[in-house]
Structure formats: C-alpha cells, structure tokens
C-alpha cells in the first residue's frame, strides 16, 4: 500500500527557521517525483514544487523560488521542505503528494498544520 | 505558467441532481494533461480525474471528466451527499502544475 507520512503540526515564531518532512513506503521512492502544496487558511490549493528522488532534480513555482527549499533523502525516503527564516504568512497547512509518470498527484500526505506566530 | 480560471466559484444544487463544473486554462494543456480532485473539510486532496477523462481508482462512474485545449469539464451525474465538497482542476502537463482556485459545491 502506497503512503505519505508527513511530519506533525508546528508552532514557530517569526525568523524561525523550520523542516518538515514526508517519508514515502509501499512503493520504489526514488522513481516518482514529490511534489509539496501549500493550502492557506480558508483558501485553495498552490504548488510549491517537486523533486525527483533519484538524482534530486527539483523545479520551483515561481511563486516559492528562493522562499523555500525543497530536498531528499531517499536513504529513508523521505523528502523535505524547508524554511530558513518563517514569515506569519508561511501559516498553512501543507500537503506532499507523489506525483504519477503522468505528473497527477495519485497520492497525498495528511498535511501538517504550520502556525507562525509571535 | 498556465492560469486555471473555475467557474461557478460557489454552486448550489440538491442531492440527485446534475453538477456541471468549469476549467478553463490561459493557454492550451498539453495532451489533455488536466487533473480534478475532491477535497473535503479537514482532508487531504483526492485524485477523481486525470488526463481529462480518465477515473482514478475507486471513483464512482457518476464522475466524468471531458475536454481538450483550454476548456474542461467534470460532471456529477447525479449527487450523492458526500460529493458535497470543493473541487479543484490541475494542469499536469507542464512545470509549473497549477492549480484552479476551486469550486465549491453546496447543498442547497
């Protein structure tokens, strides 16, 4: 069975720097590439970007180039997204998904909740 | 990078009847790459349509998606009380894979 375990809700203040992560399991990691949305409160759903796991190569959304860095391990299967300095607007919820060969999003993390507040 | 405009933002229809949802992109989707997906309150996103009118798996037949180029379709035959939800369109074709701002379908 195909999962995304995504890491739990944090709680941070501005200028905080943040990873969270995503670890796949029942199928070959490094053969799909992850993608990573952010859904803020009450609102749609944005792509950020995506990374494929077997030699790391990542596109950004233009919205999130340089805001965002998204990486992997696949020693763990496990991809990350992550924030060098947190803004009260990174407040959202934000989901991976695998992307299929035909880059839809056939499976998807359960979201972790991010709060930044001071 | 390919603008997805949805149209109704907000629809409005009883149990039964027939839900017709709009997607029109800013240039044409390459190869019908155009995905719809179901989200629920307080749950992840679910793949319904793909390729513009492929059914993922586990997707009732009441759900069709049709289309080609810039103006797509997805159509709910006929509602149950859990298609009740909000519905959002991707373009898979090409980097960026944006997203519409999503259609939410009430009960009236």
């Known amino acids: 069975e195909v999962q995304l375990v995504q890491s739990g809700a944090e709680v941070k203040k501005p200028g905080e720097s943040l990873k969270i992560s995503c670890k796949g399991s029942g199928y070959s990691f490094t053969n799909f590439w992850i993608a990573w949305v952010r859904q803020m409160p009450g609102k749609g759903l944005e792509w950020m970007g995506i990374i494929y796991p077997g030699d790391s190569d990542t596109r950004y959304s233009p919205s999130f180039q340089g805001q965002v860095t998204i990486s992997v391990d696949k020693s763990i299967s496990t991809a990350s997204l992550q924030w060098s300095s947190l803004e009260a607007s990174d407040t959202a919820m934000y989901y991976c998904?695998?992307?299929?060969?035909?880059?839809?999003?056939?499976?998807w993390g359960q979201g972790t909740p991010v709060t930044v507040s001071s | 990078e390919i603008v997805l405009t949805q149209s109704p933002g907000t629809l409005s229809l009883s149990p039964g009847e027939r839900a017709t949802l709009s997607c029109r992109a800013s240039q044409s989707v390459s190869s019908t790459y155009l995905a719809w997906y179901q989200q629920k309150p307080g749950q992840a996103p679910r793949l319904l349509i793909y390729g513009a009118s492929s059914r993922a798996t586990g997707i009732p037949d009441r759900f069709s998606g049709s289309g080609s180029g810039t103006d797509f379709t997805l159509i709910i035959s006929r509602l149950e009380p859990e298609d009740f939800a909000v519905y959002y369109c991707?373009?898979?074709?090409?980097?960026?894979?944006?997203f519409g701002q999503g259609t939410k379908l009430e009960i009236k």
């Open positions: 998904a695998r992307l299929s060969s035909s880059w839809y999003s056939d499976y």
């Open positions: 991707q373009q898979h074709g090409s980097s960026p894979l944006t």
